[in-house]
């Protein structure tokens, strides 16, 4: 079961029960924002989606304050105005609002060893490993190191049509190889609106983790999207995965804000840091 992403009054939504929530990943700016809202509340009361999150430029800030959403974090200078980014999110139940003390603990964890490892040096990849962007013939490779890495995750990348669709359109998606095995993987899905990147979908298997690959992977992503000309790259990663927050840390990003009980990718919803850096 996975969401489905369509347009309401010309934003760019994805909604269902498998996240329960609306995501507003692009919010059409030339419609009233205020009967937006409107329908999107009732989509989430008729639905009994417990949040709504919405990417928001933070000049229609107040018409979403004033629906009752609060900033979870921000990318300064996203759109093409150098109006910032506010990632603005409405709750519909308490649960969903809340991170028990001992997940907050965790997490806090995992920002103190960020911290403390931010200006570690890693070493080059080693030759016998090669990055490159994977192929439609790769895609059965691709899809299978999804699977073994996420039980659950909110779009359906281990579906060879998503992945070859998605090629097709605004999303990117690079392998370190050896040989031809694919030891870890990831994506840049491309802001077709406001010329940024989001760095997604890191999945390196068990079996070859502690070799900052992912590190790697992101490095040569990043490269590829600077020479094309994008601004800003940015992430929302699993605030609980230590691994992960801690190479967009030494890759210079910065931390933003907390997304609570955000996504479903394990058993249970995860709450999500954003990292950002200007390209």
Known sequence: MTDVITEISGSK????????RIYVMH??????????????????LDNGYSKIFA?????????FSGHGFEV?????GYFGNNDSCLFMSGFYSPERNSVAPVLKAEIDGVQAACMKKKNDKIGALPGEYMIKIVEEKDVPKACAVYRQ?????????????????????????????SGDEIVSMASCEIDVYDNNVELTDFATPPAHRGHNFSYHVMKRMEDDM??????????????????????????????????????????????????????
Not at 13 to 20: I, S
Not at 27 to 44: Q, R, Y
Not at 55 to 63: H, I, Q, T
């Open 27 to 44: 919010l059409n700016v030339g419609h009233d924002v205020s009967l937006f809202l409107a329908e999107i509340e009732k989509l989430a």
């Open 226 to 279: 600077k020479k094309q000309g994008k601004r800003i790259a940015f992430t929302i990663a699993r605030a609980l995965s230590a691994g992960m927050n801690i190479s967009f840390a030494r890759n210079g990003y910065r931390f933003s804000g907390l997304l609570v009980n955000n996504t479903r990718i394990a058993t249970g919803f995860e709450s999500m840091n954003v990292w950002y850096k200007q390209l």
């Open 13 to 20: 939504v994805q909604h269902g029960k498998y996240n329960d």
């Open 55 to 63: 990417k928001v430029p933070a000049r229609f800030s107040r018409e």
């Open 72 to 76: 979870e974090a921000s990318i300064p």
């Open 149 to 177: 890495v996420f039980e659950h995750y909110p779009f359906p990348i281990s579906d060879e049509n998503y992945l070859i669709s998605t090629m097709k359109e605004n999303i990117v998606y690079y392998a370190c190889y």
